[in-house]
């Protein structure tokens, strides 16, 4: 049995999974906020909650926001700040006695959905996570590229590619620079486009049922949304050419993408005819969960 977690900003969750993927037992808990010993222990309550449903022990695999730093083996990166510089990756295994596999949670959406979501097979799978951030995800024949840095397909802090009028320099964003692609492409800045563009605040949602009910300004937002979109997955797919782009979070629920943006990336991809499919995550919010269960499937 393999037991994933997803710890989220405002949830934990915990699933137990059999060998052919099936779901033994689920639990979810709250978040204790800004206190890292309630949030260890949240955690290892989960795991033995979900081996006492199942009757069984098992793996356990962890899917964070942010990750742990080869360098330090402390959590970095993490938008869950009060996570940020704790040795969550000796703690927790010490509390439950055996070892434990971490991932950043865009890696647990790719591995997910590579294994037997909605690019089980494919040899190149590229996933991005459109939510509160842009976090992505590589898994290359099964297997996740973490890389040197534990920061394989962390795209959202690139700059975006091939930038015109007022998104250069763009706006500022929480990691020092200006312009990333994180804030054009997750859920807060496609609000603020929409208000900026004279909009009411609604969230991204509401923006993309305006837009299927005729609103003129949400559907001129999204197809801003959709040519961003496009040039910021075009560079992605120069660099590691994938067969498949996985979507999830939030944004990913927006249907009008996965036809839209694919008309718009040939341009910005250096390449005859572009391939690669672009889709919605099978498992939708438990991609993060069943992939950090994935972790110990090697
Ligand atoms: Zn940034």
Same mark, same amino acid.
């Given at each position: 049995?393999?037991?994933?977690?997803?710890?989220?900003?405002?949830?934990?969750?915990?699933?137990?999974?059999?060998?052919?993927?099936?779901?033994?037992?689920?639990?979810?808990?709250?978040?204790?906020?800004?206190?890292?010993?309630?949030?260890?222990?949240?955690?290892?309550?989960?795991?033995? =909650?979900?081996? !006492? +449903?199942? *009757?069984?022990? @098992?793996? %356990?695999?962890?899917?964070?926001? &942010?990750?742990?730093?080869? $360098?330090?083996?402390?959590?970095?990166?993490?938008?869950?700040?009060?996570?940020?510089?704790?040795?969550?990756?000796?703690?927790?295994?010490?509390?439950?006695?055996?070892?434990?596999?971490?991932?950043?949670?865009?890696?647990?959406?790719?591995?997910?959905?590579?294994?037997?979501?909605?690019?089980?097979?494919?040899?190149?799978?590229?996933?991005?996570?459109?939510?509160?951030?842009?976090?992505?995800?590589?898994?290359?024949?099964?297997?996740?590229?973490?890389?040197?840095?534990?920061?394989?397909?962390?795209?959202?802090?690139?700059?975006?590619?091939?930038?015109?009028?007022?998104?250069?320099?763009?706006?500022?964003?929480?990691?020092?620079?200006?312009?990333?692609?994180?804030?054009?492409?997750?859920?807060? =800045?496609?609000? !603020? +486009?929409? *208000?900026?563009? @004279?909009? %009411?605040?609604?969230?991204?949602? &509401?923006?993309?049922?305006? $837009?299927?009910?005729?609103?003129?300004?949400?559907?001129?937002?999204?197809?801003?949304?959709?040519?961003?979109?496009?040039?910021?997955?075009?560079?992605?797919?120069?660099?590691?050419?994938?067969?498949?782009?996985?979507?999830?979070?939030?944004?990913?629920?927006?249907?009008?993408?996965?036809?839209?943006?694919?008309?718009?990336?040939?341009?910005?991809?250096?390449?005859?005819?572009?391939?690669?499919?672009?889709?919605?995550?099978?498992?939708?919010?438990?991609?993060?969960?069943?992939?950090?269960?994935?972790?110990?499937?090697?």
């Amino acid at each position: 049995m393999r037991i994933g977690i997803d710890l989220g900003g405002t949830k934990i969750e915990a699933v137990a999974l059999d060998e052919r993927s099936n779901v033994l037992a689920r639990r979810r808990v709250a978040t204790p906020r800004d206190d890292y010993d309630a949030t260890l222990s949240a955690i290892a309550g989960l795991v033995h =909650a979900v081996e !006492r +449903d199942a *009757g069984a022990s @098992g793996t %356990v695999g962890v899917g964070i926001p &942010g990750t742990i730093s080869p $360098a330090t083996g402390l959590v970095k990166n993490s938008n869950s700040t009060w996570m940020n510089g704790r040795p969550l990756a000796e703690d927790l295994p010490r509390l439950l006695g055996r070892p434990v596999r971490f991932a950043n949670d865009a890696n647990c959406l790719a591995l997910s959905e590579a294994t037997d979501g909605a690019a089980a097979g494919a040899p190149i799978v590229f996933a991005a996570i459109l939510g509160t951030g842009t976090g992505g995800g590589v898994v290359v024949n099964g297997h996740l590229l973490v890389g040197c840095n534990a920061i394989g397909g962390e795209w959202g802090h690139n700059p975006l590619p091939a930038p015109r009028g007022a998104e250069s320099p763009g706006p500022a964003c929480y990691c020092g620079r200006n312009g990333c692609i994180e804030t054009f492409l997750s859920g807060p =800045a496609l609000a !603020r +486009d929409y *208000g900026s563009a @004279g909009g %009411v605040t609604i969230d991204a949602a &509401g923006i993309a049922r305006r $837009a299927e009910g005729g609103d003129a300004r949400a559907i001129e937002c999204l197809a801003r949304y959709e040519d961003r979109l496009a040039r910021a997955l075009g560079s992605i797919i120069n660099v590691i050419d994938p067969d498949v782009i996985v979507v999830g979070g939030g944004l990913s629920n927006i249907e009008r993408l996965y036809a839209a943006v694919p008309k718009l990336w040939a341009p910005y991809v250096f390449s005859d005819a572009v391939r690669t499919r672009l889709v919605r995550a099978a498992h939708g919010d438990s991609s993060g969960v069943r992939g950090a269960a994935w972790l110990w499937k090697e």
